[in-house]
T-cell receptor, first 115, second 114 residues
Framework: DADVTQTPRNRITKTGKRIMLECSQT?????MYWYRQDPGLGLRLIYY???????NKGEISDGYSVSRQAQAKFSLSLESAIPNQTALYFC??????????????FGPGTRLLVL | AQSVTQPDIHITVSEGASLELRCNYS??????LFWYVQSPGQGLQLLLK??????LVQGIKGFEAEFKRSQSSFNLRKPSVHWSDAAEYFC????????????FGKGTSLLVTP
């Protein structure tokens, strides 16, 4: 089984609709992240969470919100979807290692289309 | 401003030829450096990483990368490319002031010709 799972894998929605993307991990990591990927722009950070009580905005948080329901679950919500939120969304997890540094492990992604 | 630059948007190489993908970064301190690969329709897979120590790091699938502090570079290399290496490659830098969230380059798309 995959260590980082995302649901749904694909979603089509309409402008103005509320949508939630979910991420679950079995790696036991404290840190979780949400990124979006747009062609030619690489991945950009939306939100990140160090633990259940610690949530922080990333580079492009406007129009998004998150919820860290448990160590293993981190959800991303679009309260009122707009077409320019059409993108590929990735969840990632990591854990700080002794000596510093950490490695992020990515889920398979959710492809979202907003009409 | 902190940034990660991958100068080549697209690269085409012949199967069996050598490969070098460039990555330059602009940060105040030595960052943590990563290369990820994304095959078509797939998620991101970690190829290799540099935290400290030996500046030449070995990764999976026969890839290696060399950290050059004087050039602020972390170029990815492979001596002989296989057709299955065709993918998008991302260089990323760990940013300490956001919990080591990754700052990604815009990617280099690799095409392998017969």
């Amino acid at each position: 089984d995959a260590d980082v799972t995302q649901t749904p894998r694909n979603r089509i929605t309409k402008t103005g609709k509320r949508i939630m993307l979910e991420c679950s991990q079995t790696k036991g990591h404290d840190r979780m992240y949400w990124y979006r990927q747009d062609p030619g722009l690489g991945l950009r950070l939306i939100y990140y969470s160090f633990d259940v009580k610690d949530i922080n905005k990333g580079e492009i948080s406007d129009g998004y919100s998150v919820s860290r329901q448990a160590q293993a679950k981190f959800s991303l919500s679009l309260e009122s979807a707009i077409p320019n939120q059409t993108a590929l969304y990735f969840c990632a997890t990591s854990d700080l290692v002794a000596g510093g540094g950490e490695t992020q492990y990515f889920g398979p992604g959710t492809r979202l289309l907003v009409l | 401003a902190q940034s990660v630059t991958q100068p080549d948007i697209h690269i085409t190489v012949s199967e069996g030829a050598s490969l070098e993908l460039r990555c330059n970064y602009s940060y105040g301190a030595t960052p943590y450096l990563f290369w990820y690969v994304q095959s078509p329709g797939q998620g991101l897979q970690l190829l290799l990483k540099y935290f400290s120590g030996d500046t030449l790091v070995q990764g999976i699938k026969g890839f290696e990368a060399e950290f050059k502090r004087s050039q602020s570079s972390f170029n990815l290399r492979k001596p002989s490319v296989h057709w299955s290496d065709a993918a998008e490659y991302f260089c990323a830098v760990g940013i300490s002031n956001s919990g080591y969230a990754l700052n990604f380059g815009k990617g280099t798309s690799l095409l392998v010709t017969p």
